[in-house]
């Protein structure tokens, strides 16, 4: 398997403008999460999923994020309309279980930038 | 907010020294994990230990967790440049089949030639 997948690795984008971003698991791996990390505030849960069910959206920042995962093997994390303060990495990670209880495997990242 | 602490936050040693990385945590956990992420590239799983295990080892790895203090170390022996990376704990909640795993903001390790 050629593990976590994301897309595009670089994304740079005028504020007010929508952006999408792409993940594909590993496949057989029932979660899927996606993490947002800065410098401030390290790594943030924002969203995972359980067999494409959303879980737990309780780290979404507001609603202008959103998160889809239409099957098992995509999921997209969409910010419409984008602000300078949404710039960061963006992870995409999957396991076969929640918790710390398995490995999570984590994909290269998006680097959004805002300007 | 972070389950994990790690301390300290940056740490610079030679090649061929140890490295100690500690993580406090706040509540019960049931298992605790170790991540490296090289720069610009996603976290990479090292080890897992289990709220009932003291001490594991992996290769140059060897992680400890005491439950009573709410703390785990992460020590890497004989340490080489390839070491250079951000280490990462993580932990969940015992709160049953949907908890989370978080993360803590990490440890800058720098190891010079």
């Known amino acids: 398997d050629a593990g976590v997948i994301q897309s595009p690795r670089h994304e740079v984008t005028e504020m007010g403008q929508e952006v999408t971003l792409r993940c594909k698991p590993i496949?057989?791996?029932?979660?899927l999460f996606w993490y947002r990390q800065t410098m401030m505030r390290g790594l943030e849960l924002l969203i995972y999923?359980?067999?494409?069910?959303?879980?737990?959206d309780s780290g979404m920042p507001e609603d202008r994020f959103s998160a889809k995962m239409p099957n098992a093997s995509f999921s997209t994390l969409k910010i419409q309309p984008s602000e300078p303060r949404d710039s960061a990495v963006y992870f995409c990670?999957?396991?076969?279980?929640?918790?710390?209880?398995?490995?999570?495997?984590f994909g290269q990242g998006t680097r959004l930038t805002v300007v | 907010s972070q389950q994990g602490e790690e301390d300290p936050q940056a740490l610079s040693i030679q090649e061929g020294e140890n490295a100690t990385m500690n993580c406090s945590y706040k509540?019960?956990?049931?298992?605790l994990q170790w991540y490296r992420q090289n720069s610009g590239r996603g976290l990479v799983h090292l080890i897992l230990?289990?709220?009932?295990?003291r001490e594991k080892h992996s290769g140059r790895l060897r992680v400890t967790l005491d439950t009573s203090k709410k703390s785990s170390s992460l020590l890497i022996t004989a340490s080489r440049a390839a070491d250079t990376a951000s280490y990462f704990c993580?932990?969940?909640?015992?709160?049953?089949?949907?908890?989370?795993?978080?993360f803590g903001k990490g440890i800058t390790l720098s190891v010079r030639p």
């Open positions: 990670a999957s396991s076969i279980r929640t918790g710390a209880d398995t490995e999570a495997f």
């Open positions: 230990i289990r709220s009932n295990e």
């Open positions: 993580a932990t969940d909640g015992a709160t049953g089949a949907n908890s989370k795993l978080t």
């Open positions: 509540t019960s956990i049931n298992n």
């Open positions: 999923f359980n067999n494409n069910v959303p879980i737990d």
């Open positions: 496949s057989g791996h029932d979660y």
